[in-house]
């Protein structure tokens, strides 16, 4: 999807968006000029008295590292862009500043009164990351507004219980403990998958936790996409999915499905 090119007057009217090829004609015959490169907005050079509009909505899918944007118009997607948030830097940089602070404190300088005791967090206080991304996409909304006729704000806000998904009927405290009470990852590893590895079942041989579906591929950090494997079988699958990974073995492929969702007790 080739995104529309929005348009202003000379008076800084926001107009309807225009295809990419006729506001290059607009900018050949002199009749506008480029405004902004990103995002590209043109501005003519004489002001619309009274311009047809037809408003559009702006649309968002907030994420915790990318926001989707996309606006519509007449039932059609006209622009669409991702903004990619700078929580993790942002995190890292606070994290530096802390190391730095704890340094100067432990050194042998002149003494300090801890300042810790008397701080407090002004009313309505949010994490650095968190404000960053409601900032970013108040700015970019607050932006499409001035280059585009805009109606109304969707925001999509879906809430997703994994707990509940894997298993409908969990309720009370196995609900409030979950999969991993009373174990340390590694520990229900090695009790789920029997001590061995998960791919050829070799024992009594060092066992490395596995990403059943690969981070680089998508695969989270969830015990339910984790299982053990020795070295060989761990360098042989590599970033490959599991299903490409056992080709060969459908039913040792569907197993390994079957167990990976289910929980440990469910195996007792």
């Keep these: 999807m080739q995104n529309y090119v929005f348009v ?8 309807n968006p225009i295809i990419p090829k006729k506001a290059r004609r607009l900018l050949d015959k002199g009749k506008a000029a480029v405004f902004r490169m990103y995002p590209f907005t043109i501005i003519l050079k004489t002001s619309i008295n009274n311009p047809t509009i037809s408003p559009c909505q702006i649309k968002i899918d907030p994420g915790s590292k990318v926001t989707g944007f996309a606006l519509v118009q007449d039932g059609q997607v006209i622009w ?7 929580g993790g830097l942002i995190k890292k940089k606070l994290s530096s500043r802390s190391a730095v602070r704890r340094g100067r404190r432990n050194r042998n300088t002149r003494y300090r009164k801890p300042r810790f005791l008397n701080r ?17 996409t108040q700015t970019w909304v607050k932006r499409l507004i001035k280059f585009c006729p805009v109606n109304e704000i969707w925001v ?14 969990i309720s009370g405290i196995q609900y409030q403990q979950g999969e991993l009470a009373g174990y340390e990852v590694r520990e229900y590893l090695l009790e789920k998958w029997g001590r061995e590895c998960t791919y ?15 981070k ?5 950090e ?8 020795c070295e060989k079988c761990n360098q042989r ?8 990974f056992l080709k060969k073995k459908p039913s040792l492929l569907q197993k390994i499905k079957t167990k990976a969702l289910s929980p440990l007790r469910a195996d007792l």
């Excluded at 202003?8 to 107009?15: G, H, S, W, Y």
């Excluded at 806000?157 to 894997?166: I, L, P, T, Y």
């Excluded at 050829?200 to 690969?214: D, F, N, T, W």
Aim: some cysteine; charged content about 30%.
């Design 222 to 229: 969830r015990v339910s996409n984790l299982c053990l494997a």
């Design 8 to 15: 202003i007057d000379a008076n800084f009217q926001p107009l």
């Design 237 to 244: 699958k590599g970033n490959k999915p599991i299903e490409d």
């Design 80 to 86: 669409a862009m991702e903004l990619e948030h700078r």
């Design 156 to 169: 999509e806000r879906v809430k997703f219980d994994a707990q509940k998904m894997q298993n409908p009927e």
């Design 216 to 220: 680089s591929k998508g695969g989270s």
């Design 120 to 136: 407090k967090r002004p009313e309505g206080w949010l994490p650095p990351s968190l404000e960053h991304r409601i900032l970013t």
């Design 200 to 214: 050829c079942g070799k024992k009594s041989v060092p066992l490395q936790i596995e990403h059943i579906y690969p």
